[in-house]
């Protein structure tokens, strides 16, 4: 089975979405399936490590002007290209397909319904927005989103909640391990792979206020615009600051750590896997319905941006005092087999297609 990915990563568009494809990608590899990764090179793109991962990359034309998006929900700039031009273009440059599955908040069912026309293939769609689609299958991992969210879809199959939560299988292992209340509590600060409003500078700043800050690690890599900022801070603060640039196994990493400050998305559910509480700070619009599900579900301490230094400390000490409370609701929130019940699935629609 041929099965193609088409997702970016950007400066603008982050790197949770190429992040994810890559565990789903790793299954279906697994399985036997020949996987395949079209995407359009861009500033801040993960194709490096999509090629070190395994995957054969498919270079869809770069744009003749770049665009530029007006704000965090002008999705449709961070395709660079109309659907029309970026399903042609993806036609052209794959051939053939019995599986497409697509991952970006820029294409909609005008892609859709080309594709599925011209490729005669089972389409797949992950996503967070609850939009109009035209696939087989939509995979949407936000928590307690449900079935009929996307009615409006059917007959497709809607995989909703985060029992489909696409998480490395690294992470059920990692589960197994996580121990009770520590007695010394170390932070990990991680807001995703660009951070272009520098919220990581922010805590930072705010966390060295006190006379003995707690042990931080920041995970940040050189694809963040604010980079070298990191880093100095990093190098001025090297009793409690660690800055790491990447990480091979996140479940083991993140495992190391009893609190995370970080933003909304895919980590999410990494964190809830492994049971560690966390303060989350929404830097995007389509991130505000995985903040608000955590906060209805009372698992997660949430903070504004322009209220970090007003509330972080504050929320730190009550995670602390309460860590075992919190870590029992995280570690009911996700089981970390989402990946095998998607993949199930796929296999089922590919084999009475």
């Known amino acids: ?32 399936y020949d996987v395949l990764f ?27 002007e770049w665009s530029i998006p007006n704000h965090s929900s002008d999705y449709a700039a961070w395709l660079q290209v109309s659907e029309e031009q970026d399903s042609l273009d993806f036609i052209n440059r794959v051939k053939y397909a019995d599986l497409v599955i697509v991952d970006h908040y820029g294409i909609g069912i005008i892609w859709h319904e080309t594709i599925k026309s ?23 991992q936000t928590l307690n989103r449900q079935p009929s969210n996307y009615e409006k879809t059917f007959p497709c199959k809607a995989l909703t909640g985060t029992e489909y939560a ?22 990990l600060l991680t807001m995703g792979g660009v951070d272009k409003p520098n919220a990581t500078l922010k805590v930072l700043q705010t966390l060295a206020t006190v006379q003995q800050p707690r042990p931080t690690t920041v995970l940040l890599s050189q694809r963040a615009p604010n980079y070298p900022a990191i880093k100095e ?18 479940a083991i990493f993140m495992g190391q750590f009893s609190l995370v400050i970080g933003a909304p998305g895919s980590t999410s559910w990494e964190r809830a896997c492994l049971g560690i509480p966390s303060i989350l700070v929404p830097i995007a619009d389509n991130q505000n319905d995985i903040a608000n599900a ?21 929320s730190i000490d009550h995670l602390v005092t309460h860590w075992q409370y919190y870590s029992n609701l995280n570690f009911a929130l996700c089981d970390g087999m989402g990946v095998k019940r998607v993949t199930q699935t796929i296999k089922e629609a590919l084999q009475t297609c």
Not at 235 to 250: A, C, G, L, R, Y
């Open 1 to 32: 089975m041929r099965v193609v990915f088409r997702v970016d990563a950007s400066i603008h568009i982050g790197s949770g979405h190429v992040m994810r494809c890559l565990v789903l990608a790793q299954e279906l590899k697994h399985i036997g």
């Open 38 to 64: 079209a995407t359009r090179a861009q500033k801040a793109d993960l194709n490096t490590l999509i090629s070190r991962r395994g995957f054969e990359l498919i270079a869809l034309q770069k744009p003749y």
């Open 118 to 140: 011209k490729l005669n293939c089972i389409l797949t769609v992950i996503d967070d927005l609850v939009r109009e689609h035209r696939a087989h299958i939509i995979v949407d």
């Open 166 to 187: 696409l998480l490395n299988p690294e992470f059920i292992k990692q589960r197994q391990l996580q121990h009770s209340n520590p007695n010394a509590h170390n932070i």
């Open 233 to 250: 801070f990093a190098k001025n603060h090297s009793t409690w600051v660690k800055h790491i640039e990447f990480v091979d196994n996140m």
């Open 294 to 314: 955590l906060v209805n579900a009372g698992a997660i301490k949430i903070i504004n941006i322009e209220d970090i230094g007003n509330q972080l400390l504050a």
